[in-house]
């Protein structure tokens, strides 16, 4: 069995509410200062009460700063303090990747590079704390796997040093491209960049399928008392490994023949397709009679979706008929989990027969990605996923 902790982020999170749960999981309060100490940091405390919002009780945590700082650190400033400190290497590790998601973030936000990259909320010493602190919690607990729900954003505006700002902040949502989000339960913001960077350095797979044995649960406790509970839940479990044959569904192809049309337009098709909810769809060279060219247009959807294809369909394309079958597919079994290279995160989808790993193949677009930010080939991109 594989120890899971999962986040669930129904409320959001932020950095205290990322310590208040991890404490009400289980993390030694003690432990938690002592090592935090370690960073020769001066002039604030960490206060952890019970509270509850909406009757829910867990652990609240606040930083609390008693002299206040005009300092604006930059990257290297914050791995300074990290890595002279005498905390352990795993520790120093996450903290710094955590900084540094941030650090990228900020850098692409403002078109700049990270080393000139001044942070203000982020660098301040209760910011420090709260990532130092999460890492800390991490590597306490030492979970196999980290797990996530879809992340609430919150909405509204935020205040930030360079002003007024729609949520989720610039930099919350550059960090969390790629990572499954909602926002608008509450009118203001409930995921921070701090806690945005915190969940994109740890966390192995973003599902709201909470596949596992829960022993336990935790909550974090926010400040404010809203209209949905204001806390962070997490569990502490044990990951299920089900034996399971590949699933089969039941689809609708449609289908016709064209060939009369620009093919170009057969790219702005595909995008309305795909765009409201085609599983797939493709093009196969055919002859018709009189021996003309021309293109059999496939489209895979569910049946509640076919009449919304056909109209798309009929509405963009030459053809002036359709077919339609029901057909049966049986697919493997398919995860995905986030692999960290040394230019940054890849998605890996899995796929799996009876359980046995058949294949894997990284997400193109995120290797496509990073060997634009980085200035490499894709091939360099491919090479250096493990």
Same mark, same amino acid.
């Given at each position: 069995?594989?120890?899971?902790?999962? %986040?669930?982020?129904?409320?959001?999170?932020?950095?205290?509410?990322?310590?208040?749960?991890?404490?009400?999981?289980?993390?030694?309060?003690?432990?938690?200062?002592?090592?935090?100490?370690?960073?020769?940091?001066?002039?604030?405390?960490?206060?952890?009460?019970?509270?509850?919002?909406?009757?829910?009780?867990?652990?609240?945590?606040?930083?609390?700063?008693?002299?206040?700082?005009?300092?604006?650190?930059?990257?290297?400033?914050?791995?300074?303090?990290?890595?002279?400190?005498?905390?352990?290497?795993?520790?120093?590790?996450?903290?710094?990747?955590?900084?540094?998601?941030?650090?990228?973030?900020?850098?692409?936000?403002?078109?700049?590079?990270?080393?000139?990259?001044?942070?203000?909320?982020?660098?301040?010493?209760?910011?420090?704390?709260?990532?130092?602190?999460?890492a800390i919690c991490i590597d306490y607990i030492n979970p196999d796997?980290?797990?996530?729900?879809?992340?609430?954003?919150?909405?509204?505006?935020?205040?930030?040093?360079?002003?007024?700002?729609?949520?989720?902040?610039?930099?919350?949502?550059?960090?969390?491209?790629?990572?499954?989000? *909602?926002?608008?339960?509450?009118?203001?913001?409930?995921?921070?960049?701090?806690?945005?960077?915190?969940?994109?350095?740890?966390?192995?797979?973003?599902?709201?399928?909470?596949?596992?044995?829960?022993?336990?649960?935790?909550?974090?406790?926010?400040?404010?008392?809203?209209?949905?509970?204001?806390?962070?839940?997490?569990?502490?479990?044990?990951?299920?490994?089900?034996?399971?044959?590949?699933?089969?569904?039941?689809?609708?192809?449609?289908?016709?023949?064209?060939?009369?049309?620009?093919?170009?337009?057969?790219?702005?098709?595909?995008?309305?397709?795909?765009?409201?909810?085609?599983?797939?769809?493709?093009?196969?060279?055919?002859?018709?009679?009189?021996?003309?060219?021309?293109?059999?247009?496939?489209?895979?959807?569910?049946?509640?979706?076919?009449?919304?294809?056909?109209?798309?369909?009929?509405?963009?394309?030459?053809?002036?008929?359709?077919?339609? %079958?029901?057909?049966?597919?049986?697919?493997?079994?398919?995860?995905?989990?986030?692999?960290?290279?040394?230019?940054?995160?890849?998605?890996?989808?899995?796929?799996?027969?009876?359980? *046995?790993?058949?294949?894997?193949?990284?997400?193109?677009?995120?290797?496509?990605?990073?060997?634009?930010?980085?200035?490499?080939?894709? *091939?360099?991109?491919?090479?250096?996923?493990?």
């Amino acid at each position: 069995m594989k120890k899971v902790l999962y %986040y669930d982020c129904f409320s959001g999170i932020c950095g205290d509410l990322n310590l208040g749960a991890m404490i009400d999981a289980g993390v030694d309060i003690e432990y938690l200062l002592n090592e935090l100490n370690k960073l020769n940091i001066d002039n604030w405390e960490l206060n952890a009460i019970k509270d509850n919002r909406k009757g829910i009780y867990g652990t609240r945590v606040d930083v609390i700063i008693n002299k206040i700082e005009h300092i604006h650190r930059n990257f290297n400033d914050i791995k300074k303090i990290i890595e002279s400190s005498s905390l352990s290497d795993n520790v120093k590790k996450i903290s710094s990747d955590i900084f540094l998601k941030l650090a990228e973030a900020e850098a692409n936000v403002h078109n700049s590079k990270i080393e000139e990259i001044h942070f203000h909320e982020i660098g301040a010493v209760d910011s420090i704390i709260d990532i130092v602190g999460a890492a800390i919690c991490i590597d306490y607990i030492n979970p196999d796997k980290v797990i996530c729900s879809t992340i609430e954003l919150g909405g509204g505006f935020v205040e930030c040093a360079h002003g007024k700002f729609p949520v989720p902040a610039p930099a919350t949502i550059e960090i969390l491209k790629n990572i499954p989000v *909602k926002s608008g339960a509450v009118p203001f913001e409930t995921t921070t960049p701090t806690g945005a960077a915190i969940l994109a350095t740890i966390v192995n797979e973003f599902t709201d399928n909470t596949n596992f044995k829960i022993n336990k649960l935790a909550y974090g406790i926010g400040q404010r008392d809203t209209n949905i509970p204001n806390v962070l839940r997490v569990y502490l479990g044990e990951e299920i490994i089900e034996k399971s044959e590949s699933p089969v569904s039941k689809e609708i192809m449609i289908e016709c023949n064209i060939d009369d049309m620009n093919p170009e337009i057969y790219d702005f098709v595909f995008d309305k397709l795909f765009e409201n909810g085609a599983l797939d769809a493709f093009i196969t060279p055919v002859i018709m009679k009189k021996s003309r060219p021309a293109n059999k247009l496939n489209v895979i959807c569910t049946q509640e979706n076919s009449e919304k294809m056909k109209k798309i369909i009929f509405e963009n394309t030459s053809t002036i008929g359709l077919r339609e %079958y029901h057909i049966e597919k049986t697919m493997l079994t398919r995860k995905s989990e986030l692999v960290k290279t040394k230019f940054g995160e890849i998605k890996i989808k899995n796929a799996y027969y009876k359980d *046995k790993l058949i294949s894997s193949k990284p997400e193109y677009e995120d290797c496509k990605r990073l060997a634009n930010e980085h200035g490499v080939s894709i *091939k360099e991109i491919y090479k250096n996923i493990q």
